[in-house]
């Protein structure tokens, strides 16, 4: 499965830099890089971070693109960690996070391949474990399940105008997409 899309993002790359280099005329070539890459966008996300189908969570996160370099981040953090209860809670923390170069196709398509890591931890938050910091109380969290790795997986952008949308897939995230607002420089 690497291989496939190492070998196709690499077919993409080679078909778009060799059908410029081999353009005998001076005129714009239909397959000329597209120069979609002095921009920054900012955009919210959403989905699964599914690492295995019994730790299963959904996430609100947010992206960012900057000169082509992309960023995205998606968590769900415990309900109870600063809680002031005195009881024990089941809870699921999940975080995940990608790195990238964005890929123009064309001006309002790109790809972005992303590398990065998921995790999810499934345990039992303990009110009655507790310690004092600078950012007020912090219950105990017993991990009783995790599934945590390395990600891959790429992220496909469609722009209109100055709105994105985004559709990922990732190895743990499975799907999850968004929305943001892009400023050209």
Known sequence: MKAKIL??????????????????????????????????SLGVMYGNICASDEL????????????????????????????????KWNETEALSYHFGYQIPIVEYVRVIPVIGHSSVKKGVTDGENWTV??????????VKQKNAGFD????????????????????HNQFYGGVGLEYRF
Request: aromatic share 16%; net charge positive; charged share 15%.
């Open 133 to 142: 910091t600078n950012n007020g109380i912090s219950n105990a969290f017993d």
């Open 56 to 87: 299963n969570k959904h996430a609100w996160g947010f992206n960012m693109q900057i000169c082509g370099f992309y960023f995205d981040c998606l968590m769900k953090p415990r309900k109870h960690n600063n809680d002031v209860a005195i009881d």
């Open 152 to 171: 891959y997986g790429g992220v496909l952008v469609l722009n209109y105008s100055c709105l994105c949308l985004y559709g990922a897939y990732t190895k």
């Open 7 to 40: 070998f196709l993002v690499a077919m993409i790359l080679i078909g778009t830099f060799g059908a410029e280099a081999f353009s005998q005329t001076r005129k714009p070539s239909a397959f000329k890089w597209p120069k979609t890459n002095n921009n920054l």
